[in-house]
């Protein structure tokens, strides 16, 4: 007997496969990656009855739609989104069955950026490097899912969970992020770091699973924007030389030669990674303790 497997029927935006990344190897240069909003991968697996690492499929502001050869339980989760199955409308954030040979649809976010759908027994593409994910940066993991492409699933584990719906927040407006103060904050005066927690930011159109570029109160750096490339993590808040900052999110790159004037606390990242263009952000200090 094949192994089950699920099609591509049309592959949105950006739709990629994702599970929560390789941990412990920035040292080597290879970024975690993993799942942008690693909750709502997490809440998906949950729901469908699989351990929360499990491979799914995290989509763009566009949804997906994929064929299943074998009857599954599917569910969708993270930016809100029409679901249909089979041609019929099902419910987000919760398990839903689809038979063989249905489509499962995942229509355009109607708020936030990305979805999560999850199929029991999750995608089972080959790791690489301990993670299924896709590495849009570095290359890693399996491409970038194209209209066609067919990958293997799991075999299914355990039974979904019995709730109705599970409850997810919603990115407030303004989104307030928690920033700990970075390796370089000494770099940046008095000014610059009121501007930072005292203004608006928006997010721009220049966002992707690397980072998000905003616009608002520029940052002078008080020893000039260059420096050795050094490590930066997920979450770095990076000022470049036009003083408008960039946090990283999933995909970063290991190394980066502009300061960094903090961090986002991990528990407020699924706020950049679900944030539109034009979404206002804002910061206030958090300091452990």
Known sequence: MSAPTLEVVRAGLLSTVQDLGRPGLAHLGVPRSG???????????????????????????????????????VAVTGAPAPVQIAGRPAGGCCAQYAPAGAVVSVGPAVAGVRSYLAVAGGIDVAPELGSRSTD???????????????????????APAPIDVAPQPCVPEPAALRLVPGPRDDWFGPGSLADLVGGAYRVTPAADRVGVRLAGPRLTARRGAGLPSEGVVRGAVQVPPGGEPIVFLADHPTTGGYPVVGVVHPGDLWLVAQARPGTRIRFRWHRAG
């Open 35 to 73: 799942a942008a909003d690693p909750d709502a991968l997490r809440l998906a697996n949950r729901l469908v009855g699989n351990p929360e690492g499990l491979a799914a499929i995290e989509t763009t502001l566009l949804g997906v739609d994929v064929r299943l050869a074998a009857g599954r339980w």
């Open 136 to 158: 849009t940066l570095g290359g890693l993991g399996p491409p970038v899912l194209r209209a066609g492409a067919v990958v293997p699933l799991g075999a299914a584990r355990a």
